[in-house]
Structure formats: C-alpha cells, structure tokens
C-alpha cells in the first residue's frame, strides 16, 4: 500500500508559479513511478507529467512542455511539480499516483495509487 499526499494548490494569477508537492507513505517510495494527472469538473482527467523511479526518464503532456517540471527526493519520499508561466487552462485539481510501472506512464490505468488532489487556481 501506497499513501500519497498533495499539497501546494492555491490561487494564482497567470502568468505566476507554483509547486505542488506529494508526499508518499507506505512501501518503498523509490521503486515506483510517479506521476501527475490533472481533471476540470465535467472533463476528463487529463497526464501532466511523470517521473521514473530515479527520476532520469521523465515524460510530459505537450500542454505543459517546457513549463512544468517533475522532479523526485527519494530521501524525503516525495515527488515535484514546478509549474511556472501559468495559465487559466492550467486551473484544474491535480493529482498524484503511483504506479508499479518500470517506465513514466503517461497512461491512468498504470497508476495503483492516488492522492486527494489539490485544486489549483489560475486567474486571468
């Protein structure tokens, strides 16, 4: 079993910068995937970005490239998202999960575990 926790969310103007973290409890943090998933009400949920087990292989949705980071610290069990140059397409509830993948699945179904999510705001 796999605990994560995010936190960071808030409202931002455009144009400003974020950092969501997601701290992970349970089993070792270093042997999984990590990745984030964002979802508006009424749509469907949608990758952002994710991150292998040594975070050397990284993988990013082409709305967030060059924008957004994921990063990990095994040592603290947690996982990173930089967002920076933000928009209004970017307010959404973001979510971390864990998967038992061996590569950064940009694919929900690969994910075991997952966080309550963390609303992010931005305003225009």
């Known amino acids: 079993q796999v605990q994560l926790v995010e936190s960071g969310g808030g409202l931002v103007q455009a144009g400003d910068s974020l950092r969501l973290s997601c701290a992970a409890f349970g089993r070792t943090f270093s042997s999984v995937v990590m990745g984030w998933f964002r979802q508006v009400p009424g749509k469907e949920g949608e990758f952002v970005a994710a991150?292998?087990?040594?975070?050397?292989?990284?993988r990013y949705a082409d709305s967030v490239k060059g924008r957004f980071a994921i990063s990990r610290d095994n040592a603290k069990n947690t996982v990173y998202l930089q967002m920076n140059s933000l928009t209004p397409g970017d307010t959404a509830v973001y979510y971390c999960?864990?998967?038992?993948?061996?590569?950064?699945?940009?694919?929900?179904?690969?994910?075991?575990?997952w966080g309550q999510g963390t609303q992010v705001t931005v305003s225009s």
């Open positions: 999960g864990a998967s038992n993948t061996i590569y950064a699945s940009s694919y929900y179904g690969d994910y075991n575990y």
């Open positions: 991150i292998n087990w040594s975070g050397h292989s990284t």
